[in-house]
């Protein structure tokens, strides 16, 4: 049986070959770059997120103050 | 700073900056520069959205945008948050970690497959359970060894529903402890900061009382007997002895003249010194104040000690219930539903939930109390008693009469006896003093070097003669000064209620001053409202004569009195009432009066108490108001009532879940639900103030 259709063998090349390629991606400057742009965006998304809440967190405040001054209460 | 004004009505104005207008790091200094605006009455600023909310005094709109508009963000001079911040953001974590955890606990099911969640869940079971082991460990069987049976058995059962809701209720309740505590803490320092020391500079050789924040780095202290020295510093003017102990731990008071350093926190025992400023320790009065806080917590009521054993000495009964209904219904639903249910946790909790927020009321009602315990001592009281000079009567004696005796005119006797007092701070010289200048007599300095003989009098040589002045028992007993028959009666006549000074010059008596010292226009009512509220005795400790002291007794309604009681003696009467089965509260105010303040079971100073009085005792007063004493006394019963009406609830609530348990009404789940809600809502109304009485 030929080597190069043994599977066992290729196991062992892509044992061997693949952390190499995987080494290299990781290390690659534009994986870096996709990396800290994809952080960055989610930090935004994060950051946005949290300001939207606290303005919808504001307005209800105002509305819970308007209406307790309507009613009297404060 | 640009912004743009999302909200707009008169007295309330919202701000929007934006995102990323200003950092987190930002908020205490904007909120402080915002607060200390005078029209502005309160702040709130979020850096999430750059957002600034204030509230501010009718017709000042223009000027709230103005400032807003020219504040400078980059530039605000860094601050230690304010205690109106400090507040928000505790409010604000802790809606935040109470909303995380709920949206965790009820996300996780909709998004994470069962498996891992499964997983996860006993992860966090098993940190229970080893918890549980422990404190088994450990010979203890706690609260928490029930709580790693019950989720341990629920696991072991593969109800994790039932696991799950007790580990969530467990960590709800701890986040609400922690709050509490938390924010009950950072409340009570504030009430007792804003109380830091107002001091006495000497600003171009008059004394002029400022606030202790206002003190500059070279300014000049004057600190007098018994007075506490406020910063750090070297003797400028003046010499003292000054008792070290809280830094030394050496009793012995040092003599400290000219040139020597003193250091805040240090107490005057007898002399007057000015202070040249070297540190301001303002720091370090509220760093004691803040070790006052965290020792109030180990000064704990004996009844939440008492709650806390019997809430770990039910634990075994659990387990017994446990194996009973294990072994009676041979249903391990049923008998899980046991250890689910357990009084433990919630008095635990509710007790100093209960004991801290009174605290934090009385702080704020300007009361300060040094521990639960003394709450609890102040409940259950039966007897109180009084020092008359300063604490029943006004600090301000006047002199109503000058009796001369001998060749010497009244205006001389007063003369000579302003010129020996005027160096005394204390009440009964100061009206001497006052009642020679309302009489426009002028005292030049006569005599040689005087003693002063704490609470006793003054010796001193006038003209080459000996001249004492002081109380009866300084001036005839120990002085051996005769006062014959005819002389007594004549002061008896004169003198009527009023307290009687004698000045004696050359081994005769020269003269008496009678001084009178009115009750406080509250005391009356004080007493009558301590009686209502169930004080069953009242006493009164003087030094005074037996008419003042039975004039002053009379007038305000007051059971015992003891007259001409000598300082070091006032301790014996307190421990001769507790002798006697009382339960004794003692107030008082003066350098005197710290020993019998040591001795009662629980002990109050005055708002103008000498700082040594203010230490030693249990409970300080900030305002001069003794109609406060009957608040406290509500306050402390309330407290007591509320902790026994939390024990009876929470016995009988869990009682019939147990008892519901047992008899399969309930699943284990719902018990652990009701029983934890149980607990959150007796610990939520333990927050609440006690009712104003």
């Known amino acids: 049986m030929s080597v190069w259709k043994n599977e066992k063998f290729w196991c062992v090349v892509a044992g061997v070959v693949g952390p190499t390629i995987i080494k290299k991606i990781l290390k690659a400057p534009k994986t870096r770059e996709y990396a800290v742009k994809g952080l960055a965006e989610g930090m935004k998304i994060t950051a946005d997120a949290k300001a939207a809440f606290q303005d919808m967190k504001d307005e209800a405040a105002d509305i819970c103050n308007d209406a307790k001054n309507q009613a009297g209460t404060k | 700073m640009n912004f743009k004004i999302t909200y707009d009505k008169p007295g309330r104005i919202r701000f929007r900056a934006g995102a990323y207008a200003f950092e987190r790091v930002h908020e205490p200094r904007i909120h402080k520069a915002c607060v200390s605006v005078p029209y502005v009455q309160k702040a709130v600023v979020h850096s999430e959205n750059g957002g600034i909310l204030l509230e501010y005094e009718d017709g000042y709109r223009e000027q709230v945008i103005d400032f807003v508009r020219n504040l400078d963000v980059a530039n605000l001079p860094e601050s230690e948050p304010d205690t109106e911040y400090q507040l928000q953001e ?161 009793s012995q008071a040092v003599h400290k003249t000219v040139g020597k350093s003193v250091f805040a926190g240090t107490v005057v025992d007898e002399g007057s010194i000015v202070v040249s400023v070297r540190a301001v320790s303002g720091n370090t009065k509220i760093q004691k104040i803040i070790e006052l806080i965290d020792r109030s917590e180990d000064l704990k009521a004996s009844i939440q000690s008492r709650a806390e054993r019997l809430a770990d000495g039910i634990v075994p009964f659990s387990f017994i219930g446990f194996g009973l209904t294990l072994l009676f219904t041979r249903n391990i639903t049923k008998a899980v539903s046991i250890l689910m249910v357990d009084y433990s946790c919630a008095i635990k909790l509710s007790t ?51 009796i001369p005796f001998g060749n010497r005119s009244e205006e001389e006797i007063l003369r000579i006896a302003a010129c020996i007092e005027e160096h005394f701070p ?73 307290s009687v000074i004698y000045l004696a010059i050359g081994g005769n008596l020269a003269g008496v001053l009678c001084i009178s010292d009115p009750p406080r226009d509250e005391a009356a009512e004080a007493i009558r409202m301590l009686r209502e509220r169930g004080i069953k005795h009242v006493a009164m400790i003087t030094g005074d004569s ?112 147990l008892a519901a348990g047992f008899f399969g009404i309930l699943a284990p789940s719902t018990s652990a639900l009701l029983h934890n809600l149980s607990t959150m809502a007796i610990c939520a109304k333990s927050m609440t103030p006690l009712k104003r009485a």
């Not at chain 2, 935040?96 to 099911?109: D, E, G, S, V, W």
């Not at chain 2, 059971?559 to 339960?583: N, S």
């Not at chain 2, 608040?631 to 939390?646: P, V």
């Open chain 2, 90 to 250: 505790l409010d604000t974590q802790f809606k935040n970690r109470l909303a995380f955890m709920i949206a965790r606990r009820y996300l996780a099911k909709l998004f994470i497959p069962a498996p891992i969640r499964t997983a996860h869940l006993i992860y966090r079971g098993l940190k229970f359970v080893a918890k549980g082991l422990n404190c088994l460990g450990e010979g203890k069987l706690s609260v928490e060894v029930l709580d790693g049976a019950a989720i341990g058995a629920s696991i072991l059962q593969r109800n994790y529903e039932s696991a799950g809701t007790i580990m969530f209720l467990l960590n709800v309740s701890s986040l609400l402890e922690d709050y509490t505590k938390a924010r009950t803490r950072t409340a009570l320092t504030a009430s007792l900061a804003v109380k830091v020391d107002r001091v006495w500079v000497v600003k171009d050789g008059v004394d002029v009382q400022v606030r202790m924040q206002d003190v500059q780095v070279g300014d000049l202290v004057r600190v007098r007997s018994g007075s506490m020295i406020p910063v750090d510093g070297t003797v400028a003017e003046g010499d003292a002895f000054v008792n070290e102990a809280t830094m030394t731990g050496e």
């Open chain 2, 352 to 402: 100093p939930i209960s004991v801290i927020s009174a605290l934090r009321e009385a702080a704020d009602r300007n009361m300060t109390v040094k521990g639960g315990k003394y709450l609890e001592e102040f409940a259950l009281a039966d007897t109180i008693v009084f020092d008359k000079t300063g604490t029943l009567t006004k600090a301000e004696p006047k002199l109503e009469r000058v």
């Open chain 2, 546 to 657: 037996q008419k003042a002291a039975e004039r002053t007794a009379q007038l305000l309604g007051i059971d015992t009195f003891f007259a001409q009681v000598l300082p070091e003696d006032k301790h014996r009467y307190v421990e001769k009432m507790k002798a006697e089965g009382r339960r004794v509260i003692m107030v008082g105010d003066g350098i005197n009066d710290a020993p019998a303040l040591a001795a009662a079971n629980v002990s109050v100073a005055m708002s103008d108490a000498s700082d040594i009085a203010r230490e030693t005792a249990d409970v300080t007063l900030r305002s001069e108001d003794l109609r406060d004493l009957a608040e406290l006394r509500a306050l402390s019963t309330q407290l007591m009532e509320r902790i026994q009406a939390n024990y009876r609830f929470i016995v009988a609530f869990n009682t019939s879940l």
């Open chain 2, 426 to 498: 204390h009440s009964m010289a100061r009206a001497i003093v006052r009642g020679a200048a309302e009489r426009g007599i002028d005292h030049e300095e006569e005599h040689a070097d005087v003693k002063y003989i704490v609470a006793h009098g003054i010796a001193t040589t006038l003209g080459g003669e000996r001249a004492v002045i002081g109380s009866k028992h300084f001036v005839v007993e120990d002085e051996k000064i005769a006062v014959d028959e005819a002389e007594q009666k004549k002061i008896d006549e004169l003198a009527g209620a009023a």
